[in-house]
Each structure stands twice: as structure tokens, then as C-alpha cells.
């Protein structure tokens, strides 16, 4: 794609971002680009972990409980009948296996789907902290701005310290050594378990 044919994109999504008319259509454009995002984040995904998530998600359904309910109750039933050959007699060794190898194999899917949403929740994460360090940068801007134009048409700011304070730009680095530092005070303080 050239960067003509980028500058005259019709459809694209963000021509009317800047413009909008009312606080929902800034959120409806908002939503849509999310959601863009993470359907983009879903098609890049491989063929087996797109397989895991249906499991995933069909085991922490109900039709999944009735299916094993019923699968249980028949195996149980068939089992104990009496007259009926049983090829699974109590303790039902043999269903014992099946479930225990469906477990492992369930487990896996689960673990995969899980590691998937870590991953968009982490991109999530990392996407919210960029936006609000870039608001945080262009608010210390706007705070400089609107000091200079006091300045200019004569209002006293000076006296204000905390406007001095938010003037300055915050640095992350600073913020994590001070969460740390709290959470670490924080946990000698706590009394222990047990």
C-alpha cells in the first residue's frame, strides 16, 4: 500500500475520528477499533490454537456437563444391570482411564486458550499504559501552554505549587521503583497466614 493510496482511503476507519458530533460516536469509533484489534490478534492465530479455544470454551459449557452426566449415568447403568454383559464392572476401572486421560487432554486446551488471552490481556495492558503515558505527556504540554497564556494576558500562577509540580513530566521509572517500594512495605506489614 503507497502512501497515496493511504491518504485516500475512503473507508478507512479513522477519517472521521477527530470529528465527531457527540461523546458516543467518539466511543462507538473507539469500540469498533478495539474490537478490529482483537479480531485481528483472533485471524493470526494458528489452526490448532483457534481448535483449542472451541474446546476451551464447549467444556465450560453446560451441554458439556449434561453430556457427561448422561455418559456417566449410561456407563454406571449399563455396568451394573444385572443380566447385561459388563465390559466395565465396578469400580469401573476403564471409565477411571477415559476420564483421566479426557482430564489431561482438557487441561491442555484449557492451559493453551489461557495462555492466548494472557497474551492479548498483556497487549491490552502494554496498549492502555502507552495511551495513558502519551494523555500524561500531553496534559504536562497543555499545562505549559495555558501557563504561558496566563503569563501573557496577566494571571498569577505563581502561587500555586502543585500547577509547578504538574508541569513536570512524569517519568514511569520513578513510578515503578515507588509501587514497588509500597507493595514491599505493604507486605511486612500484612500479617502472615498460618
Not at 490448532?48 to 456407563?75: E, K, R, T, Y
Not at 444391570?81 to 466395565?88: C, E, K, Q, R
Amino acid at each position: 500500500m503507497t502512501k497515496d493510496s493511504i491518504g485516500k482511503n475512503t473507508e478507512s476507519p479513522d477519517k472521521d475520528y477527530h470529528k465527531p458530533s457527540t461523546v458516543e460516536d467518539i466511543t462507538k469509533v473507539n469500540v469498533q477499533t478495539i474490537g478490529r484489534l482483537e479480531e485481528a490478534a483472533k485471524a493470526e492465530r494458528a489452526k490448532s490454537d483457534q481448535i483449542a479455544d472451541v474446546i476451551a470454551n464447549f467444556c465450560g459449557s453446560m451441554p458439556f456437563v449434561w453430556v457427561h452426566l448422561i455418559w456417566f449415568a449410561a456407563w454406571i447403568i449399563i455396568n451394573t444391570m444385572p443380566g447385561v454383559d459388563h465390559f466395565d464392572p465396578f469400580p469401573f476401572n476403564f471409565l477411571t482411564l477415559i476420564v483421566s486421560l479426557e482430564a489431561i487432554f482438557l487441561s491442555t486446551f484449557i492451559l493453551i486458550s489461557q495462555n492466548h488471552e494472557t497474551r492479548l490481556s498483556e497487549r491490552r495492558n502494554q496498549l492502555d499504559l502507552q495511551i495513558n503515558l502519551l494523555t500524561e505527556q500531553e496534559n504536562t504540554k497543555m499545562l505549559t501552554l495555558l501557563g504561558r497564556i496566563a503569563e501573557k494576558v496577566g494571571v498569577k500562577i505563581d502561587d500555586d505549587p502543585s500547577l509547578q509540580v504538574l508541569e513536570q513530566a512524569t517519568r514511569p521509572e520513578q513510578l515503578v521503583d515507588q509501587i514497588e517500594e509500597a507493595t514491599k512495605q505493604t507486605s511486612r506489614t500484612r500479617p502472615r497466614a498460618g
